[in-house]
T-cell receptor, first 116, second 112 residues
Framework: EPEVTQTPSHQVTQMGQEVILRCVPI?????FYWYRQILGQKVEFLVS????????KSEIFDDQFSVERPDGSNFTLKIRSTKLEDSAMYFC??????????????FGPGTRLTVL | LAKTTQPISMDSYEGQEVNITCSHN???????ITWYQQFPSQGPRFIIQ???TKVTNEVASLFIPADRKSSTLSLPRVSLSDTAVYYC?????????????FGKGTTLSVSS
């Protein structure tokens, strides 16, 4: 069964450093998302991406965040200057064309980001 | 977005049927109801989606009354592996690209 993959599984960084989290969505999917979950808290939406541009973003997704689809397979989240409060599990998700009318988003296993 | 309310936690035993009810009094005409499941240290996983009446798949059933102000996720004969957090979400999920806005969910604990 196709699945969303994410690398690395765990990233440790120093405050102020830039990090890039990588995701490979399911190959025929067209909508891509990033969510994060701070330990013990709820899953929070960050951004959605379609047709090579951001379609929606939350207030969490400020200027220090950016997303990119550099090629036909990868989808990345960059955090420009990490802060302690960016420590969280970051999930990538993707979905298909949506013609089924069912919003089934497929989530990856996550990247645990630890900012020291 | 319609606000959802669901129990914080539930306990059950293996083999029992579990029903988790979600309230969404302000659901809009175009809104659908969808449920996700999350195991510890994993991403959420889609369970089921519905608009009205009853939807059933190989994993669960979703019951939605006529006024659509609540919904009930039914898990038949749970096992230990069904221990997880279950999220009820409401939104225009027939629209492609709609973000998922999660609440705190219901933590289901299944014991032997």
């Amino acid at each position: 069964e196709p699945e969303v993959t994410q690398t690395p599984s765990h990233q440790v960084t120093q405050m102020g450093q830039e990090v890039i989290l990588r995701c490979v969505p399911i190959s025929n999917h067209l909508y891509f998302y990033w969510y994060r979950q701070i330990l013990g808290q709820k899953v929070e939406f960050l951004v959605s991406f379609y047709n090579n541009e951001i379609s929606e973003k939350s207030e969490i997704f400020d200027d220090q965040f950016s997303v990119e689809r550099p090629d036909g397979s990868n989808f990345t989240l960059k955090i420009r200057s990490t802060k302690l409060e960016d420590s969280a599990m970051y999930f990538c998700a993707s979905r298909d064309t949506g013609t089924s009318g069912v919003n089934e988003q497929f989530f990856g296993p996550g990247t645990r980001l630890t900012v020291l | 977005l319609a606000k959802t309310t669901q129990p914080i936690s539930m306990d059950s035993y293996e083999g029992q049927e579990v029903n988790i009810t979600c309230s969404h009094n302000n659901i809009a005409t175009n809104d659908y109801i969808t449920w996700y499941q999350q195991f510890p240290s994993q991403g959420p996983r889609f369970i089921i989606q519905g608009y009205k009446t009853k939807v059933t798949n190989e994993v669960a059933s979703l019951f939605i009354p006529a006024d659509r102000k609540s919904s009930t996720l039914s898990l038949p004969r749970v096992s230990l592996s069904d221990t997880a957090v279950y999220y009820c979400l409401v939104g225009e999920f027939n629209q492609a690209g709609t973000a998922l806005i999660f609440g705190k969910g219901t933590t289901l604990s299944v014991s032997s």
